[in-house]
């Protein structure tokens, strides 16, 4: 019996070697396939077996064409070549994830008309969706997850039908959510994504986790839109510098532009006209409003703004309560309700909350944090802002103003239009933009360590948050540092993924930040500044490495030399310096709390490089001398860029 029956299989997987039993065309598809796409070893195809016979291929009962391919994780790398795959006019499934695809998705994918199941996550795919994948009516599961995608999620996914599966999480997809209702959708998710925006009803009832990691996602499992900033339109996450003109805007047409303009203006005056309705029928309610606490040291809204809004805004106590608070000394003079009607556009999210750049009509800018999952009650945040809006420095960002209420907490804060030194380093590295030199460089560093000893000093406050993209530009490459002493609105749990890549050691366990897990901080920041390199990128060669410890174990092994930012080669007679500003910053990044210098130190200490360097071109980074350094005034731009100077 079981002898007859293993001839029986040797004689069918003979025949089948020698019948012509080959599906032909998709043989030729997938030997084109595989010769041009690099792939491993272990994936090898015998030209002269059936193609039947592959691994990673299965063929219909009668073999006469490929059912389906299967290739997860065999190496395969580049760009899927057209005229390959996508003649598989048969084929029902099709898994190439967890390979290093890189490229577009060919047009000829469309041809594929009858591929039920389509598995392309975890590549490095890009481009838009893809259009020929919106052709596949017959699909059922769709996942393009963990790729580069980018570009919107079209409204033609709803021409699939038979869709139960669909997973764009983890890419770079911006835009609103289409409404996308393929009639029997039982999983989705578009997590870790650049989407803003409402969630269509269509797709309220997938949880949270479905939608988390978007740059402004709101409505549905999430909380609801913000009447102050209707889901604005999409934008780059960091503010780029002013010289660089911005290409997204040039690529909108001009009825695009009208068409959010007028958008932009209809929902602003219905939302200010629902305002006054709300606040006209309060007024009523109650006729004699008690007059609120006074607040200690602030100066109401209405300081040196006209009656009129007054008498939209002042009349209630619930208005009264929940107005713009704003500090002495500053220099704005608007309200609610112009803030209400500036235009927003997003600058960044970050752990705690997203920030606006709010342009209110009499031309002045702001930045507004909407800040996220406070905790204290709001006694305590307005005792933790008098403590902030009293610190000035001109190297600290000053708060200037902020909102309280039960849903939605606002900050106001200057507005820094040179941007941040994480966009100034790290921004389109290589495609022919000013490096930054090392005068500016030593001038940031000392700058932020004043405006941060300031903060510890003068203001007796913790600042966090000491990462490059809070380090904010003035003119003349001054730092000014922002987004400080924020923790204690959030309790104790403060977000895991806050400033990772600059969190001292002994924080993740004790999940408090100190003085001195400021200064590990600001240590990371100096080796940023000379190495170039952003403590939060994977590129430092192992993987799971902070740059403090890659730093360390380039220093040990003496290759002192090789840590510092190539753009920073070329320039003379300042390797001496970086070493010494370099040794600072491995002081502040000690793994013991207790062998970090304090902040008054670091700030003598960069301060001593300057001194050092007597004969040549010798900086400092204040033209004030009563600030510090003494007396030495520079020529301005004293060290030479490399093109200038004889090699
Ligand atoms: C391919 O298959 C033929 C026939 O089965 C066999 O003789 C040959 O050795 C195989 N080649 C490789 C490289 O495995
Ligand atoms: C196999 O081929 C026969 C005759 O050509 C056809 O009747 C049958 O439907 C085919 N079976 C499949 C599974 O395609
Ligand atoms: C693929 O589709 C195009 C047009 O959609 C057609 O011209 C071409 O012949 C198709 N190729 C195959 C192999 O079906
Ligand atoms: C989606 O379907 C509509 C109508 O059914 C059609 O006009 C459109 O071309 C389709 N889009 C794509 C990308 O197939
Ligand atoms: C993702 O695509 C963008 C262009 O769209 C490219 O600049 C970037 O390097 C890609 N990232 C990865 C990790 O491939
Ligand atoms: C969506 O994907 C993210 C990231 O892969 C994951 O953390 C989350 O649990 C997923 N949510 C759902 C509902 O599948």
């Given at each position: 019996m079981a002898v007859s029956f293993v001839l029986f299989l040797v004689s069918v997987l003979i025949l089948g070697g020698r019948v012509d039993s080959e599906p032909v065309q998709d043989k030729q598809a997938l030997l084109a396939f595989i010769r041009q796409t690099p792939h491993a070893n272990r994936l090898q195809w015998n030209e002269s077996v059936s193609a039947c016979d592959w691994m990673g291929v299965q063929c219909d009962?009668?073999?006469?064409?490929?059912?389906?391919?299967?290739?997860?994780?065999?190496?395969?790398?580049?760009?899927i070549p057209p005229n390959t795959l996508g003649q598989l006019g048969q084929l029902r499934v099709l898994s190439l994830r967890s390979n290093r695809l890189s490229g577009q998705i060919p047009a000829d994918f469309s041809n594929m008309t009858l591929l039920r199941s389509l598995y392309l996550q975890d590549n490095k795919f890009t481009g838009e969706f893809p259009d020929s994948v919106t052709r596949l009516t017959r699909l059922n599961r769709l996942d393009l997850s963990s790729n580069n995608f980018s570009g919107s999620i079209p409204f033609a996914v709803n021409n699939l039908t038979h869709l139960t599966r669909l997973f764009l999480a983890n890419n770079k997809f911006s835009g609103n959510l289409p409404s996308i209702n393929p009639g029997d959708l039982v999983d989705f998710n578009v997590s870790n994504n650049n989407l803003n925006g409402l969630i269509p009803d269509t797709l309220a009832k997938f949880p949270a986790s479905a939608f988390t990691g978007n740059l402004d996602l709101c409505g549905g499992p999430l909380p609801p839109c913000n009447p102050f900033f209707p889901s604005p339109a999409p934008s780059p996450i960091l503010p780029s510098p002013p010289a660089i003109p911005q290409k997204k805007?040039?690529?909108?047409?001009?009825?695009?532009?009208?068409?959010?303009?007028?958008?932009?203006?209809?929902?602003?005056?219905?939302?200010?006209?629902?305002l006054i309705l709300c606040l006209r029928r309060q007024k009523r309610l109650q006729p004699k409003p008690e007059k609120p606490p006074v607040m200690p040291r602030t100066v109401a809204a209405e300081a040196g703004t006209s009656s009129s809004?007054?008498?939209?805004?002042?009349?209630?106590?619930?208005?009264?309560?929940?107005?713009?608070?704003?500090?002495?000394?500053?220099?704005?003079?608007?309200?609610?309700?112009?803030?209400?009607?500036?235009?927003?556009?997003?600058?960044?999210?970050?752990?705690?909350?997203?920030?606006?750049?709010?342009?209110?009509?009499?031309?002045t800018t702001v930045v507004v944090k909407r800040l996220k999952d406070v905790v204290v009650s709001k006694k305590e945040f307005e005792m933790q802002m008098e403590v902030l809006g009293k610190i000035k420095h001109e190297n600290v960002v000053p708060l200037r103003a902020y909102y309280y209420s039960k849903d939605e907490k606002l900050l106001v804060y200057d507005f820094m239009r040179d941007g941040s030194l994480s966009a100034l380093l790290?921004?389109?590295?290589?495609?022919?933009?000013?490096?930054?030199?090392?005068?500016?460089?030593?001038?940031?560093?000392?700058?932020?360590?004043?405006?941060?000893?300031?903060?510890?000093?003068?203001?007796?406050?913790?600042?966090?948050?000491?990462?490059?993209?809070?380090?904010?530009?003035?003119p003349e490459h001054d730092a000014c540092i922002s987004d400080f002493g924020l923790n204690p609105l959030f309790g104790n749990t403060m977000p895991p993924s806050r400033v990772a890549g600059y969190r001292a050691p002994e924080v993740l366990e004790t999940r408090k930040v100190t003085f001195k897990s400021d200064v590990y901080s600001f240590g990371v920041l100096l080796l940023e500044l000379l190495t170039g390199k952003a403590p939060n990128q994977a590129?430092?060669?192992?993987?799971?490495?902070?740059?403090?410890?890659?730093?360390?174990?380039?220093?040990?092994?003496?290759w002192t030399a090789e840590v510092f930012d190539v753009e920073l080669m070329g320039y003379n007679n300042i390797e001496e310096e970086m070493v010494q500003?370099?040794?600072?910053?491995?002081?502040?990044?000690?793994?013991?709390?207790?062998?970090?210098?304090?902040?008054?130190?670091?700030?003598?200490?960069?301060?001593e490089i300057n001194r050092g360097d007597t004969d040549d071109g010798l900086r400092q980074s204040s033209d004030d001398p009563s600030k510090g350094s003494d007396g030495h005034t520079p020529p301005t731009g004293s060290r030479t860029p490399p093109r200038s100077v004889t090699p």
């Amino acid at each position: 019996m079981a002898v007859s029956f293993v001839l029986f299989l040797v004689s069918v997987l003979i025949l089948g070697g020698r019948v012509d039993s080959e599906p032909v065309q998709d043989k030729q598809a997938l030997l084109a396939f595989i010769r041009q796409t690099p792939h491993a070893n272990r994936l090898q195809w015998n030209e002269s077996v059936s193609a039947c016979d592959w691994m990673g291929v299965q063929c219909d009962g009668n073999r006469s064409f490929v059912f389906t391919l299967r290739l997860p994780g065999v190496g395969l790398v580049g760009p899927i070549p057209p005229n390959t795959l996508g003649q598989l006019g048969q084929l029902r499934v099709l898994s190439l994830r967890s390979n290093r695809l890189s490229g577009q998705i060919p047009a000829d994918f469309s041809n594929m008309t009858l591929l039920r199941s389509l598995y392309l996550q975890d590549n490095k795919f890009t481009g838009e969706f893809p259009d020929s994948v919106t052709r596949l009516t017959r699909l059922n599961r769709l996942d393009l997850s963990s790729n580069n995608f980018s570009g919107s999620i079209p409204f033609a996914v709803n021409n699939l039908t038979h869709l139960t599966r669909l997973f764009l999480a983890n890419n770079k997809f911006s835009g609103n959510l289409p409404s996308i209702n393929p009639g029997d959708l039982v999983d989705f998710n578009v997590s870790n994504n650049n989407l803003n925006g409402l969630i269509p009803d269509t797709l309220a009832k997938f949880p949270a986790s479905a939608f988390t990691g978007n740059l402004d996602l709101c409505g549905g499992p999430l909380p609801p839109c913000n009447p102050f900033f209707p889901s604005p339109a999409p934008s780059p996450i960091l503010p780029s510098p002013p010289a660089i003109p911005q290409k997204k805007s040039k690529k909108l047409s001009t009825a695009a532009v009208i068409a959010i303009a007028v958008a932009s203006a209809i929902v602003a005056f219905l939302l200010l006209l629902c305002l006054i309705l709300c606040l006209r029928r309060q007024k009523r309610l109650q006729p004699k409003p008690e007059k609120p606490p006074v607040m200690p040291r602030t100066v109401a809204a209405e300081a040196g703004t006209s009656s009129s809004k007054d008498d939209i805004i002042g009349g209630s106590a619930e208005a009264e309560r929940n107005r713009l608070v704003f500090f002495e000394g500053g220099i704005y003079s608007f309200d609610l309700e112009d803030l209400l009607r500036a235009s927003a556009e997003v600058l960044g999210k970050g752990s705690v909350g997203t920030s606006y750049k709010a342009v209110l009509e009499e031309g002045t800018t702001v930045v507004v944090k909407r800040l996220k999952d406070v905790v204290v009650s709001k006694k305590e945040f307005e005792m933790q802002m008098e403590v902030l809006g009293k610190i000035k420095h001109e190297n600290v960002v000053p708060l200037r103003a902020y909102y309280y209420s039960k849903d939605e907490k606002l900050l106001v804060y200057d507005f820094m239009r040179d941007g941040s030194l994480s966009a100034l380093l790290h921004g389109s590295r290589g495609s022919g933009r000013t490096p930054l030199d090392w005068d500016n460089r030593m001038r940031i560093a000392l700058s932020a360590a004043r405006g941060l000893a300031h903060l510890h000093i003068a203001g007796k406050v913790i600042h966090g948050n000491i990462k490059s993209s809070n380090i904010l530009l003035k003119p003349e490459h001054d730092a000014c540092i922002s987004d400080f002493g924020l923790n204690p609105l959030f309790g104790n749990t403060m977000p895991p993924s806050r400033v990772a890549g600059y969190r001292a050691p002994e924080v993740l366990e004790t999940r408090k930040v100190t003085f001195k897990s400021d200064v590990y901080s600001f240590g990371v920041l100096l080796l940023e500044l000379l190495t170039g390199k952003a403590p939060n990128q994977a590129s430092l060669g192992e993987e799971g490495i902070d740059l403090p410890r890659w730093v360390q174990s380039v220093v040990r092994e003496e290759w002192t030399a090789e840590v510092f930012d190539v753009e920073l080669m070329g320039y003379n007679n300042i390797e001496e310096e970086m070493v010494q500003l370099l040794q600072i910053g491995m002081s502040c990044v000690s793994t013991v709390p207790d062998q970090r210098p304090n902040m008054a130190e670091v700030v003598r200490m960069i301060e001593e490089i300057n001194r050092g360097d007597t004969d040549d071109g010798l900086r400092q980074s204040s033209d004030d001398p009563s600030k510090g350094s003494d007396g030495h005034t520079p020529p301005t731009g004293s060290r030479t860029p490399p093109r200038s100077v004889t090699p």
